[in-house]
């Protein structure tokens, strides 16, 4: 029995057929029931069906309708970036639509358009350069490119993004050369650079976002003043937790307090003496661990639930070693 998603596209295709109406008004209609479904996807059928509607209106739309073309190639890159898949294929085909999408619109679209298709363009190769299957330099380029339209005063939430995928770009080049210092500094400029232009008040998603990754970068960033950057990361942990709560954000609060967790099991109880240990915070960061792992388990994250469950189970074994042997042991290192 077909489900109400895939009923309700079929009934639009049929009702494309029958309709007396322009053309024009055909396309507009399919794509603005693709965004209807992509906006607020309960399944990943909704995707697949916002896909079908997308790749339907793309069919029947003529080539001098040039700008509604490129834009639907957009849209549809949009919704196959969101696709889950075991494979790279559906953001090799995201790579090919916004690509099809610049080439049409780079003389006639807006600079917004343009800006926005060079941010995506940017997302699809950073995920493909995690596999080996683009270059991250590519995805560096696209987003600069995007921050010539997308400025800090006329678009601070775009802005904002556009710093936090610079950073995480920066902090996914393996740090195997002499310049890998550089970048890190880079990463963390830049996450505060996003940082001068959202508030929690008007902007709390990105503000949350940027916080807990400036969190992380400043946790693993390599430094001689590993306690002091620990310190900053805790408070900008706190500061996404302002945010990130598990009533309203229970996947995003468990990211955060996962990454509190881990920053904690490297920090001294006291800082001023940190050869008594820190038993403590290993109890602290182990009852967050606890908390994560419950919400990655009602989530069905099981790759985070797998290493998650690794750091409590290395964190009760350092604290048994402390109890049987009367004296601190060092804290191991932390996980990204």
């Known amino acids: 029995m077909p489900s109400r998603a895939e009923s309700e596209v079929k009934?639009?295709?049929a009702a494309i057929d029958a309709e007396d109406a322009s053309l024009g008004d055909?396309?507009?209609?399919l794509m603005e029931m693709a965004m209807g479904l992509q906006t607020r996807p309960k399944?990943?059928?909704?995707l697949q069906q916002a896909i079908l509607l997308y790749e339907k209106a793309?069919?029947?739309?003529p080539a001098e309708l040039f700008l509604l073309r490129g834009r639907l190639h957009a849209r549809l890159a949009t919704a196959l970036q969101a696709v889950p898949a075991n494979d790279l294929t559906p953001l090799k085909e995201a790579l090919r639509n916004l690509e099809a999408a610049r080439d049409i619109l780079k003389h006639d679209g807006s600079a917004e358009e343009m800006a926005e298709i060079e941010m995506n363009l940017g997302l699809v190769l950073q995920s493909l350069a995690g596999v080996n299957a683009a270059r991250i330099t590519d995805a560096i380029a696209a987003y600069q490119r995007a921050l010539r339209t997308f400025d800090a005063t006329a678009f601070p939430k775009e802005y904002a993004i556009l710093q936090n995928n610079l950073a995480t770009a920066f902090l996914s080049i393996p740090f195997t050369d002499e310049r890998a210092k550089m970048r890190e500094a880079l990463a963390v400029q830049a996450f505060q650079e996003g940082l001068k232009v959202v508030n929690i008040v008007e902007h709390?998603?990105?503000?949350?976002m940027l916080q807990n990754n400036l969190g992380n970068a400043l946790q693993y960033v390599s430094s001689s003043h590993s306690v002091e950057n620990c310190l900053?990361?805790?408070?900008?942990?706190d500061e996404a937790l302002k945010v990130r709560t598990r009533a309203t954000t229970p996947a995003e609060y468990a990211n955060t307090i996962a990454n509190y967790a881990n920053c904690l099991r490297n920090l001294p109880d006291d800082v001023e003496r940190p050869e008594q240990g820190n038993r403590a915070n290993l109890c602290k960061a182990l009852d967050q661990y606890?908390?994560?792992v419950e919400i990655f388990t009602a989530f069905g994250e099981t790759q985070k639930v797998d290493v998650v469950s690794e750091m409590i189970v290395e964190i009760e074994a350092e604290l048994a070693r402390t109890d049987h042997a009367g004296e601190p042991v060092p804290s191991a290192a932390g996980i990204q």
């Open 290 to 292: 606890h908390e994560a």
């Open 58 to 61: 793309l069919e029947i739309c």
């Open 43 to 46: 399944t990943p059928e909704h």
């Open 232 to 237: 900053r990361a805790l408070d900008a942990y």
């Open 204 to 208: 709390p998603s990105e503000y949350a």
């Open 26 to 29: 055909k396309i507009e209609m």
């Open 11 to 13: 009934a639009a295709f």
